[in-house]
Nanobody
Framework: QTQFVESGGGLVQPGETLRLSCAAS????????IGWFRQAPGKEREEVAC????????TYADSVKGRFTITRDNAKNTAYLQMNSLKPEDTAIYYC???????????????WGQGTQVTVSS
């Protein structure tokens, strides 16, 4: 059985830090590009970061560039999203996804997690 499970979400104050994890089971995560997406209430889902499978090349949305870092630990079959200097506008459900050969998209992915809530509020 394949699973892709996010964890690490929660309630934090502006300026604080969270690290999200995405653990894969039943498939080898190292073969796939990994993306993190988020969806805020009333807004469309957006991709915030992607990391390549081979060379670890990363891309970020402008809204998170310099604050968020996507990494992967292939030995643990897990991906991470380090989120620093969090802002209220980062509040959303965060999802991880995996796709073979390129960054995942909303409608083009091989695996998709169930999501974890991140709330940034004072």
């Amino acid at each position: 059985q394949t699973q892709f499970v996010e964890s690490g979400g929660g309630l934090v104050q502006p300026g604080e830090t969270l690290r999200l994890s995405c653990a894969a089971s039943g498939f080898t995560l190292s073969w796939y590009f990994i993306g993190w997406f988020r969806q805020a209430p009333g807004k469309e889902r957006e991709e915030v970061a992607c990391v390549a499978s081979s060379d670890g090349r990363t891309t970020y949305a402008d809204s998170v560039k310099g604050r968020f870092t996507i990494t992967r630990d292939n030995a643990k079959n897990t991906a991470y999203l380090q989120m620093n200097s969090l802002k209220p506008e980062d509040t959303a459900i965060y999802y991880c996804a995996a796709r073979f050969g390129n960054c995942p998209q909303q409608n083009l992915h091989d695996y998709w997690g169930q999501g974890t809530q991140v709330t940034v509020s004072s």
